[in-house]
DNA sequence: GTCTATAATTCGATAGAC
DNA sequence: GTCTATCGAATTATAGAC
């Protein structure tokens, strides 16, 4: 009963409450403000205890910034609701998980940060698109439009929360935004406004 | 002709100086890593000078973060061409001048920043919106929308700079990008997938 | 008007007692 | 494993000489 294993190790909840705290203040004041002292109050430890357990506020930040997007296999959704999907699924992710925008806010001054969003988006969300059915020779273009409609949402709404669009509830935003990332996914190539090649 | 008006005052030459290495710096490291010592050094003048001019670093940003979108008059713009006007307007514009590429990144770990962000795009932004021809009941939000695209491609392409993002040209992207600004500009009101009221 | 010197904070990181 | 104490560096801001 007092045996190593039945003894909840102390330092394992500390660990899980120090990433708690960081993720939360990351997401709050962006990596520069975010300062190892106030993620230790947080989390009701020492500072010099996220010194010991991740080395430098970089590695923490490191830790805290690991981040799945949990896209669905694209290849599975009906093809005329890919918008709709996706939109729907980016709003309820980051609306249960402030990682993303956390690391958004990094990612305007941390280069570190901004290294990590271009690997998510060019990993998961392109990998994604890919399997949506588009040619893959456009694909990685597509990825790339649908991500600056759909981090400036998060920019508008969570960040500079911009009246009018921190208002639109999901089903608003999935009606208007929904079609523009459809678009960027299934418009024939190239858009040009004169239309022919 | 050797009196006061005649010759250039050195201070308004240093005050200059001053913000434009603000603008600068502000643009390339955020308000946070942006330093008044750095940017004195740009400046080649004394960090003294720059408190002495703009009382604190505070002041120097909401001096450097004057900002006019100089957005044209959309009712002389033909309707069916309004987003790619648009499109095309603010990536000449942010190409031509780095001041809203800094209030972008301040804005993204700075209160205050983000308030003058939220008022440029409240103030000119739904204004000119208002003028396109869009109902005045509708014409915030969409200007809401409008800047969720178009920020969101300002922060793809020059802060975290998504490679397929950074690659597009103005044409190509006044072709991919401009018909979403148009819907949201033109497309009735409400957008529901459910179409009709 | 310009610069030197420095005050007053605050931060990340380290050393070492317990 | 946890905490106290503190170092060294960097920052904004101020005081005052020239």
């Known amino acids: 009963m007092t045996g190593p294993a039945t003894r909840t190790r ?18 709050a004041d ?24 991740y080395g430098s506020k970089e590695g923490l930040f490191a830790a805290a910034a690991e981040f799945d997007l949990h896209l669905p296999d694209l290849a599975e959704v009906p093809p005329d609701r890919l918008g709709e999907t996706l939109t729907r699924h980016f709003v309820r992710r980051w609306e249960a998980d402030g990682t993303l925008v956390a ?8 280069p570190g940060a901004a290294d990590r969003m271009r690997g998510i988006f060019a990993g998961q969300l392109a990998t994604a698109v890919a ?61 040009s406004r004169a239309s022919g090649r």
């Open 131 to 191: 399997r949506s059915g588009a040619d893959p020779a456009t694909a990685e273009r597509r990825a790339g439009l649908v991500a600056s409609q759909i981090l400036g949402l998060a920019l508008t709404r969570y960040v500079v929360r911009l009246p009018p669009v921190v208002d639109l509830d999901p089903d608003e935003l999935a009606a208007w935004v929904g079609p523009t990332i459809q678009r960027y996914l299934t418009q024939p190539f190239p858009p």
């Open 30 to 53: 962006g990596y520069d403000r975010a300062t190892i002292r106030a993620i230790a109050a947080d989390a009701h430890i020492d500072p010099s205890m996220v010194m010991r357990y």
């Open 10 to 27: 102390r330092s394992d909840a500390t660990r899980a409450a120090i990433l708690r705290a960081a993720r939360e203040r990351f997401a």
């Open 103 to 110: 690391l958004l806010r990094a990612a305007a001054t941390n």
